[in-house]
């Protein structure tokens, strides 16, 4: 690796101000992405700084009226050992579990994930799903933007020059509802998604209220189906809507043929996995009832 | 100006200090600095779980931690496994059962079975496979590493 500094700011403030005036610096949090790019040179940098000691950023808790607020540095093993997490958003507990190995789950984080934008992130079909948005922060003020807004391209993402991921806020989950992300991988850990799908749901009376769902591995960035979820709206919930709702998916899918599979076979996967994600996500919402 | 940080650490319950530069690993740094040659290079890239330690609990590849990450925190090493001169439980079993050849891939094993064992005193096979999927072993093809954990489980219960 190249020669860099390093700085450890304890404020947001301060962590925002050494951004501004380093505008070339990178974000430090689990480094599972950020370490591997700096030492195999495909990222180069003259400044490190780690944001793991601002507090905003390591924030966990949940809250009954605002929902979950996930701080962007807080490590996967850290958010599925959390009872708020593991109580009101079991799919995202789940989604943090199968990230890497239990080694990069002490240390990768959510908010990483998705700023890292590779089209196979497996959390950010969920955090679509479940209409999480992003908290962006720079020395001029803050905004929010959708998770499904987010990400540009492999690798990129909306933020500009002096802009800093803080949180995740997710909506406290409505009555009935249930989410789920599922994957192929032709191992069972430890390995990049073939394709991914990202579903929640809500229910009333055995009919979809709501409905989202996004694709992972199958488009140059995570890609938000609104208008596969928009089709279950008012549908009964039965095999001949959640199938429609599929076949949505996988007409919205644009791969591409790699060595993980062809594109034929992610369009196929696409359907397949729409439907059991689905599948999955009611069960969840019918058990929570 | 390039000039090494100065760091103040734990490891093995030890107080440590050192200096290293910010591009360092804590990987390098045990190894180069420390002499804790206990713990290994493997893939270099967070893969393969041979320079596994646990950093303030957590179990962690010391490849994609920075030296400098350590201030403050404490870190444990396979060196701060045995208790003095005895052998702790899971490296008698990893012994016993034939656990390892080349050996190279042993010390994160057994750091990462011991973090396994502790939370869970009981683990199915199926878990503890997933627990240690990201501990790659290309000699034993694991059932003996399997076995191992099994036995340190039973003998840590007993």
């Known amino acids: ?289 | 100006m390039q000039s090494k940080t100065h760091v103040q650490t734990k490891i093995n319950d030890e107080e440590i200090d050192f200096l290293c530069e910010p591009r360092q690993s804590l990987l390098e740094v045990l190894r180069d600095t420390l002499n804790l040659t206990g713990t290994k290079e493997g893939c270099n890239d967070g893969n393969c779980g041979s320079c596994t330690v646990t950093l303030d609990g957590r179990l962690v590849t010391s490849c994609l931690v920075l030296g400098v990450e350590a201030e403050g925190r404490e870190i444990t090493t396979i060196e701060g496994i045995a208790r003095g001169n005895d052998l702790h439980p899971i490296q008698k079993a990893f012994l016993e059962n034939a656990a390892l050849q080349c050996g190279i891939c042993t010390p994160g094993f057994i750091v990462a079975t011991k973090v396994l064992l502790e939370k869970e005193p009981d683990p199915s096979e199926d878990r503890i496979r997933f627990f240690l999927a990201n501990n790659l072993c290309r000699c034993t093809g694991y059932d003996k590493i399997i076995q191992a954990v099994q036995q340190a489980a039973r003998e840590m219960q007993a």
């Open chain 1, 1 to 289: 690796m190249k020669w860099f500094d390093y700085k450890a700011p304890t404020t947001l403030a301060d962590a925002l101000a050494q951004l501004d005036s380093h505008p070339g610096a990178y974000l430090l949090a689990g480094g599972t992405d950020l370490l591997v790019q700096l030492r195999a040179g495909r990222k180069q940098t003259d400044m490190v700084l780690d944001i793991k000691h601002v507090p905003e950023l390591n924030e966990i808790s949940f809250d009954e009226s605002a929902g979950l607020t996930l701080g962007a540095a807080v490590c996967c093993a850290d958010t599925y050992e959390n009872a708020a997490v593991k109580t009101h958003y079991p799919s995202l507990a789940e989604v943090a579990s199968i990230i890497g190995g239990t080694q990069i789950q002490g240390r990768a984080s959510i908010g990483g994930n998705l700023c890292n934008a590779a089209p196979s992130a497996d959390t950010v079909p969920l955090l679509i799903a479940l209409g999480a948005k992003c908290r962006v922060a720079s020395t001029k003020g803050e905004h929010e933007i959708a998770v499904e807004d987010f990400c540009t391209a492999p690798g990129k993402n909306v933020m500009r020059a002096g802009e800093m991921l803080v949180s995740l806020q997710f909506p406290v989950p409505k009555k009935g509802s249930g989410a789920h992300y599922l994957r192929f991988i032709p191992r069972n850990e430890m390995d990049i998604a073939v394709a991914g799908v990202g579903a929640s749901v809500v229910l009333d009376n055995g009919t979809f209220q709501e409905a989202r769902i996004a694709l992972a591995s199958v488009a140059p960035k995570p890609l938000f189906v609104r208008a596969a979820g928009d089709s279950l709206k008012g549908k009964p919930v039965n095999g001949e809507s959640i199938e429609a709702a599929a076949e949505l998916a996988k007409a919205a899918a644009r791969p591409i043929s790699d060595m993980r599979g062809t594109a034929e076979y992610r369009s196929h996967l696409c359907a397949v996995l729409t439907r059991r994600a689905l599948e999955a996500a009611v069960k969840q919402a019918r058990e929570a009832q």
